[in-house]
């Protein structure tokens, strides 16, 4: 009886090790090569939008400029949001039509 036990015990051990054999070889390569690769073209997009971004906010603030003067743009405007239209309620008067309804709900036109 002990004796079966131990060996269904050293079977399912067994399987185990064999299932996260695969799973630890990764954990224990220091680097793969393509992630790396992947990482280090991260990286280098990384730096060039930097630079990129740095560029674009001196020709953005010329531009910006040069649409301040076209447009005659007061001091501390800002051209980078929308400007909300606004918009007045009109008063609407209630007009007297002489419609009257009857019980039935049909409504009658009287002469004024």
């Known amino acids: 009886m002990l004796a079966s036990r ?4 050293g079977r399912s051990v067994q399987v185990q090790v064999q299932r996260n ?4 070889a990764v954990v224990w390569q220091k680097t793969d090569p393509i992630q790396q690769l992947f990482l280090d073209k991260l990286k280098e ?5 930097i ?3 740095a560029a674009t906010d001196a020709d953005l603030l010329g531009e910006l400029d040069r649409l301040k003067g076209m447009y005659k743009v007061q001091p501390g405007e800002d051209m980078t949001t929308l400007s909300v239209p606004k918009y007045q309620d ?4 209630n007009y007297e039509l002489g419609l009257t309804t009857t019980a039935d709900g049909v409504e009658v036109v009287e002469a004024q």
């Open 51 to 53: 630079a990129k971004e």
């Open 6 to 9: 131990l060996a269904a015990l």
């Open 45 to 49: 997009y990384k730096q060039k939008n």
């Open 21 to 24: 054999f695969g799973v630890s």
């Open 90 to 93: 009109i008063s609407v008067e």
